[in-house]
């Protein structure tokens, strides 16, 4: 059962634009909803995580939106570059459980020059 | 930060071979667990350990075995290795204090002939 449904599987921005994500879930017991960025070769680096209490969290051009009735949250990449092109992760876990993450699919993001 | 360490890299095998996977952190973070990751797919969870002689299987059934003795590594063995264990391996560890957030190593890949 997958419990962590996340789109679009790729995407092609051009630099400047507005790169979005999104993911749904099942479990309303998850409660630490993290976007995990991975290069080629590289394991995953945490870049920006919201607890449910925020519908919304900032961290320089990433933005993440969370909308815990619809039970969806988004990534939001402003002023996307080249150097964002990468797979990224939504991800969802219960911190009371040993923070073991369960994963979407993964979307695979290109930032044409 | 959590200094990660994964040994090999890059193993290509026949089928039959035993393997072990090395994991080993630096920091003394007591949980760590294994993902599996098929390229460009999501991370499955399959072992993770809350401290010494602590295991316990992930979402994923897995035929790989794990065994922690010392905090700092958690090493994952394929008693007998077969094609269907192809795949990327990644090893994390949980900050502590728990955030929730993971730190990866950079991944074990593995082929079996």
């Known amino acids: 059962q997958q419990q962590v449904k996340q789109s679009p599987q790729s995407l092609i921005v051009q630099k400047g634009g507005i790169s979005i994500i999104n993911c749904a879930y099942e479990n309303t017991a998850f409660d630490y909803f993290p976007w995990y960025q991975q290069f080629p070769g590289k394991g995953p680096a945490l870049l920006i995580a919201i607890r449910p209490d925020v519908s919304e969290k900032k961290e320089g051009r990433f933005t993440i939106s969370f909308n815990k009735s619809a039970k969806q949250f988004s990534l939001h990449i402003m002023d996307s570059q080249p150097g964002d092109s990468a797979t990224y992760f939504c991800?969802?876990?219960?911190?009371?459980?040993?923070?073991?993450?369960?994963f979407g699919e993964g979307t695979q993001l290109t930032v044409n020059p | 930060e959590a200094d990660i360490y994964q040994t090999p890299r890059y193993l290509v095998i026949g089928t039959g071979k035993k393997i072990t996977l090395e994991c080993s952190q630096t920091m003394g973070h007591d949980k760590m667990y294994w993902y599996q990751q098929d390229p460009g797919m999501e991370l499955h969870l399959i072992h993770y350990?809350?401290?010494?002689?602590?295991?316990e299987k992930g979402d994923l059934s897995s035929e790989s075995t794990v065994s922690r003795i010392r905090t700092e590594h958690f090493p994952l063995t394929l008693e007998s290795a077969r094609p269907s264990h192809t795949s990327q391996y990644l090893c994390a560890v949980g900050r502590r204090p728990d955030t929730g957030e993971l730190f990866f190593g950079e991944g074990s890949r593995l082929t079996v002939l």
């Open positions: 991800a969802a876990s219960i911190m009371t459980s040993g923070s073991r993450l369960t």
């Open positions: 350990s809350y401290g010494v002689n602590s295991t």
